[in-house]
């Protein structure tokens, strides 16, 4: 027997139910004759008449009660079980995977998850920690945060902050026998606290830039640290100088807890995005991700000449 058609079926029940062809078309939206093929159709495929037809009235067969008794009530659960498979595509929801260094979870990531989490309950959000350049697509990651310029051309960027600048600061009792740094040179000259990568196990060369000139500085001290807070907090008990994002210290720097040098030499440079396979499909709950990380820029209004 060939396959019978669910659409079918449903005509064939609202045939039987409303006993009119005229009646059932009318409920299901279709023509008369278009509810007619359909039903005879059913009855080609299962090979028994399923109902009686009379120029006054239309009643199922002892085929069709049978049919109507047994198949009737699984085809509604199968139609209510798709209508819920429709419903879960408009619905946010699932785990989205998501691999970011330190700073990034800490300061831009976890403060837009954190709203998004409570406004829809049926997201789920795994953030991985991670300092090296992560192939998100063998280790099944949904999306990275990285920093603008070092993201694959193949990928799909969106920003998500400012540009961002680094600090390099010390303790006021750090510097209390020791001159301040005027040129990157200088560093060689101070305890400085070292970050190490994951990838190769390298140790992070400080950044540096003026008039055109970069710079790459391999710097030295007892301290080595593979976390930014740990940098940070040593930095900020007098150990040494660390080199860290000017947002993450601008407060101690106020306060003056901290004191930034060789600030003429950090330039701003593109901050993070978020980033993701090109031919990855979005669901609800990612196109949702995008839209609350997404960075717009809040212009300034213009002052009244």
């Not at 023509?31 to 090979?47: C, I, M, P, Y």
């Given at each position: ?138 280790e099944r990651f949904d999306a990275g945060v990285r920093l603008g310029g070092v993201i694959a051309k193949d990928m799909i960027a969106v920003r998500i902050a400012p540009d ?142």
């Open positions: 027997m060939s396959k019978i058609v669910t659409s079918d079926l449903s005509a064939f029940f609202a045939v039987a139910k409303a006993r009119s062809f005229t009646r059932a078309a009318a409920q299901l939206g279709l023509s008369q004759s278009a509810v007619s093929q359909a039903v005879r159709a059913l009855e080609a495929r299962v090979g028994v008449p399923l109902l009686r037809r009379s120029t006054r009235s239309v009643s199922p067969t002892e085929a069709g009660e049978r049919l109507i008794a047994n198949v009737e009530p699984r085809l509604e659960e199968i139609e209510g079980e798709l209508a819920a498979l429709s419903s879960l595509r408009n619905k946010p929801s699932g785990t989205i995977r998501i691999t970011a260094s330190e700073p990034a979870a800490r300061n831009t990531l976890w403060p837009a998850v954190s709203k998004l989490l409570r406004a829809y309950p049926d997201i789920k959000v795994e953030i991985i920690v991670d300092y090296g350049l992560t192939d998100i697509v063998a961002m600048r680094m600090a390099v600061v010390g303790a006021p009792s750090y510097f209390a026998s020791r001159a301040r740094p005027r040129q990157p040179k200088d560093l060689t000259g101070h305890a400085c606290i070292n970050l190490r990568l994951p990838t190769k196990g390298g140790l992070y060369a400080w950044e540096f830039a003026k008039a055109g000139r970069e710079l790459k500085v391999r710097v030295e001290g007892q301290l080595t640290f593979n976390t930014v807070d740990l940098m940070f907090d040593a930095a900020l008990s007098g150990f040494g100088l660390a080199y860290l994002a000017e947002d993450q210290v601008k407060e101690h720097i106020a306060s003056g807890q901290l004191v930034q040098v060789l600030a003429d030499w950090c330039q701003p440079f593109s901050g993070y995005h978020l980033y993701y396979p090109s031919r990855r499909q979005t669901s609800a709950a990612f196109d949702l991700l995008i839209d609350a990380l997404r960075y717009r820029e809040t212009l300034k209004p213009r002052q009244r000449s």
